[in-house]
């Protein structure tokens, strides 16, 4: 069936410093690919999206690159702040058909100060 | 922005009890909603797809008959836990798919301790 592969499921880096999140997903009619952080106890929140017609996209700090024919998609953050830290998860998503989100196992990220 | 509630947000029931939990998207109509299921320091997983007017769709290994969705209204679905027991304590969240179809929304969650 259908999933998606995310690493690494924990990465620690000092503020500042970038950190890289990598996800492969093996629907290849998947168009749209969103990352959500969630926070302890709290809702997912999406912080980024990308269409399979867009190769990188970035907003601010953020950013995501897509290569569908390899079937990746990475999230980059820049200059990692402590508020930062939390739980990252990617996702794959046809926009036709069936609606349904596969979720990736998550990361979580700590920031050290 | 599109919001969504989701009430209660904590609730501890005893063994055997019903559970219902409410999904409301407040400033649009969601002709598709989503139910998901969290255990700690786990991913989402789906359980469950609620359209507006016809049966939800139950991923594999869902028990249709013990997790009862309604989805009544363009803004209002509901997952029912039907005779709850403690493995079914988890932290269980809706989301509402947007006009476009695209983006979907998050409840906060309700937290479900089954004693």
């Known amino acids: 069936g259908e999933n998606v592969e995310q690493h690494p499921s924990t990465l620690s880096v000092q503020e500042g410093d970038s950190a890289v999140i990598k996800c492969t997903y093996s629907d290849s009619a998947s168009n749209y690919f969103p990352w959500y952080k969630q926070e302890l106890g709290k809702r997912p929140q999406l912080i980024i999206d990308i269409r399979s017609n867009v190769g990188e996209k970035k907003d601010q700090r953020i950013a995501v690159t897509l290569n569908k024919t390899a079937k990746h998609f990475s999230l980059h953050i820049t200059e990692t702040q402590p508020e930062d830290s939390a739980v990252y998860f990617c996702?794959?998503?046809?926009?036709?058909?069936?609606?349904?989100?596969?979720f990736g196992t998550g990361t979580r990220l700590k920031v050290l100060a | 922005g599109a919001v969504v509630s989701q009430h209660p947000s904590r609730v501890i029931c005893k063994s055997g009890t019903s559970v219902k939990i409410e999904c409301r998207s407040l400033d649009f109509q969601a002709t598709t909603m989503f139910w998901y299921r969290q255990f700690p320091k786990q991913s989402l997983m789906l359980m469950a797809t609620?359209?507006?007017?016809?049966?939800?769709?139950?991923e594999q290994g869902v028990e249709k008959d013990k997790f009862l969705i309604n989805h009544a209204s363009l803004t209002l679905s509901t997952l029912t836990v039907t005779s709850a027991h403690p493995e079914d304590s988890s932290f269980y969240i809706c989301?509402?798919?947007?006009?476009?179809?695209?983006?979907?929304?998050f409840g906060p969650g309700t937290r479900l301790l089954v004693l």
């Open positions: 989301s509402a798919l947007g006009l476009l179809q695209e983006t979907q929304y």
């Open positions: 996702a794959a998503k046809r926009t036709s058909g069936t609606y349904k989100y596969i």
């Open positions: 609620s359209n507006e007017g016809s049966k939800a769709t139950y």
